[in-house]
Structure formats: C-alpha cells, structure tokens
Nanobody
Framework: QVQLVESGGGLVQAGGSLRLSCAAS????????MGWYRQAPGKQRDLVAG???????NYADSVKGRFTISRDNAKNMVYLQMNSLKPEDTAVYYC???????????????WGQGTQVTVSS
C-alpha cells in the first residue's frame, strides 16, 4: 500500500514562488528515482524535474534556473521549489517515484493525485 501525496499548490502571481512537497508512505523498502511532472488541459504530461537516489538532477529546459528539485531520503519526501513563476507554468503537478515496497516485491512506478498550480499575470 504505497501512496504519494502532493501539497503546496495554489494560486500565485507571476514572479512569485511556491514550494511543492510530496510524501511517500505505506510499504517502502527503498525509493529510487523521484520526480515532478505537470499537465495542462489538453496537453500531455511532461517531466518537470527528476532526481536520482544519489542526488543527480535533471530539468526541463523551460524551468532551468527557476525550479529546484530536492529530496529527503530519511523522510521519503521530494520537493520542488518554484521561483519566478510564469503563467505558462500553470498546470496540475504530479509527484512520481520508483518504489520497491518490500524486499520481496519489485520496484514499480507510483504517482500522486496531483496538485493544482495556477500562475496569474
């Protein structure tokens, strides 16, 4: 019973900041990669930022220099600090993680329910 829950979304003016959090809970033996995706209405879900278990990060070109992904392995959490927000950042943001529930189960990809981020101009 693995679950990912996002929080921190909301309405913010262009140029403002938000910090998204994602908590993994339930049966967790280990977590490999974690990341943030976003999806606007009528568009595909795209990777925003990813981070490996070792801390290596990658970002979509559209958010480089503005967003920062981080994780707290001890707390099974991943964060997305979003600065200098633009209206085009408006989307539902989803947390993603590759989790091995137990030593006897394989690693699978899990998704959160999503949190709405709206940037007004």
């Amino acid at each position: 019973q693995v679950q990912l829950v996002e929080s921190g979304g909301g309405l913010v003016q262009a140029g403002g900041s938000l910090r998204l959090s994602c908590a993994a809970s339930g049966s967790i033996f280990s977590i490999n990669g974690m990341g943030w995706y976003r999806q606007a209405p009528g568009k595909q879900r795209d990777l925003v930022a990813g981070i490996t278990s070792g801390g290596t990060t990658n970002y979509a070109d559209s958010v480089k220099g503005r967003f920062t992904i981080s994780r707290d392995n001890a707390k099974n959490m991943v964060y997305l600090q979003m600065n200098s927000l633009k209206p085009e950042d408006t989307a539902v943001y989803y947390c993603n993680a590759d989790i091995r529930p137990t030593r006897y189960h394989p690693t699978l990809q899990y998704w959160g329910q999503g949190t709405q981020v709206t940037v007004s101009s």
